[in-house]
């Protein structure tokens, strides 16, 4: 039963995701919508009507003072570098018993990424937090990540619409410890293979929006439970998971942005030793402090 239970979470997780990316691609693929997207924000002339979503901003006289300051580069385009604060909540369940916690961190990164050209990314995380155990009491919670990606930017005629598909590589090192009365010390190694698409629509000049949907090939999951008397390993592979991004971009000057970046994250582990099975919810949000050159 709990087996049948778990797959059939999993299948609705793997179902939320790709009916998101269903509504992603029908909004993309409405004519309606393809002309607005192909309006350029007033950087070429002939590129946008008096309807324009840029016209509206700009018709405000707040959004005019306040966020046309300077532009070069495109919002969220060019090379940067960012260092930000994230926050974290996890829920869901491993095996009979149920997970909660939460956890900060802060991110470091770096990134290029131009219209019509290849696009790299760099990131570093580290979070540390705690988790509320059934058996009572708190655990000590530390986890660091980093990721590398690759991928190629395209852009609409006008640059207000930039789609990046890429992929890469993701390792993820944490450690719970657990106090009295289990006493027990959880390593857990992760190597995951990112698949996804990260697309951003500029607003105006000084405001992007955008989404990042990815899907996320396990390629080795190890865990390692150590206690005082015994020692268990356990291992899962090849598991699919996915992540969902809502990025939204402040130019704030020349050479400064601010990235608001709410997320979702489901994660799983399968044993391959036996049958215990992981559904993990990771709800969060970041925020980044971005130096632009």
Same mark, same amino acid.
């Given at each position: 039963?709990?087996?049948?239970?778990?797959?059939?979470?999993?299948?609705?997780?793997?179902?939320?995701?790709?009916?998101?990316?269903?509504?992603?691609?029908?909004?993309?693929?409405?004519?309606?919508?393809?002309?607005?997207?192909?309006?350029?924000?007033?950087?070429?002339?002939?590129?946008?009507?008096?309807?324009?979503?840029?016209?509206?901003?700009?018709?405000?006289?707040?959004?005019?003072?306040?966020?046309?300051?300077?532009?070069?580069?495109?919002?969220?385009?060019?090379?940067?570098?960012? /260092?930000?604060?994230? $926050?974290?909540? @996890?829920?869901?369940?491993?095996?009979?018993?149920? &997970? !909660? +916690?939460?956890? %900060?961190? /802060?991110?470091?990164? $770096?990134?290029? @990424?131009?219209?019509?050209?290849?696009?790299?990314? &760099? !990131? +570093?995380?580290? %979070?540390?937090?705690?988790?509320?155990?059934?058996?009572?009491?708190?655990?000590?919670?530390?986890?660091?990540?980093?990721?590398?990606?690759?991928?190629?930017?395209?852009?609409?005629?006008?640059?207000?619409?930039?789609v990046t598909p890429y992929t890469g590589i993701r390792y993820r090192e944490a450690e719970?410890?657990?106090?009295?009365?289990?006493?027990?010390?959880?390593?857990?190694?992760?190597?995951?293979?990112?698949?996804?698409?990260?697309?951003?629509?500029?607003?105006?000049?000084?405001?992007?929006?955008?989404?990042?949907?990815?899907?996320?090939?396990?390629?080795?999951?190890?865990?390692?439970?150590?206690?005082?008397?015994?020692?268990?390993?356990?291992?899962?592979?090849?598991?699919?998971?996915?992540?969902?991004?809502?990025?939204?971009?402040?130019?704030?000057?020349?050479?400064?942005?601010?990235?608001?970046?709410?997320?979702?994250?489901?994660?799983?582990?399968?044993?391959?030793?036996?049958?215990?099975?992981?559904?993990?919810?990771?709800?969060?949000?970041?925020?980044?402090?971005?130096?632009?050159?």
């Amino acid at each position: 039963m709990e087996n049948q239970m778990n797959g059939t979470k999993g299948a609705t997780a793997t179902g939320n995701f790709w009916l998101l990316v269903m509504v992603a691609a029908g909004l993309f693929a409405n004519p309606q919508m393809q002309d607005v997207f192909a309006q350029c924000g007033g950087r070429e002339a002939g590129c946008c009507g008096e309807d324009s979503l840029e016209n509206i901003f700009h018709s405000n006289s707040f959004w005019a003072s306040a966020l046309m300051g300077c532009s070069d580069e495109e919002t969220t385009m060019g090379n940067r570098l960012w /260092v930000g604060p994230r $926050w974290e909540r @996890r829920s869901g369940n491993d095996a009979a018993f149920p &997970v !909660e +916690g939460s956890i %900060n961190g /802060v991110s470091v990164g $770096w990134r290029s @990424r131009n219209a019509d050209a290849v696009f790299l990314s &760099v !990131e +570093g995380v580290f %979070n540390d937090g705690e988790f509320k155990p059934t058996t009572g009491g708190r655990t000590d919670y530390e986890e660091w990540q980093i990721e590398a990606l690759v991928g190629y930017t395209f852009t609409n005629e006008c640059r207000s619409l930039f789609v990046t598909p890429y992929t890469g590589i993701r390792y993820r090192e944490a450690e719970n410890v657990l106090g009295s009365p289990l006493n027990l010390n959880v390593d857990q190694d992760v190597w995951t293979a990112p698949f996804g698409v990260r697309t951003d629509f500029l607003l105006t000049d000084t405001i992007a929006i955008g989404l990042d949907a990815r899907l996320q090939w396990k390629i080795e999951d190890e865990q390692l439970v150590t206690a005082a008397a015994f020692t268990i390993p356990d291992e899962a592979e090849h598991d699919l998971t996915y992540r969902l991004d809502a990025p939204v971009t402040f130019r704030v000057c020349s050479r400064g942005e601010i990235e608001v970046r709410p997320y979702y994250e489901w994660d799983r582990f399968d044993s391959d030793a036996g049958n215990r099975k992981t559904r993990i919810d990771e709800y969060g949000g970041q925020v980044s402090f971005i130096l632009r050159y």
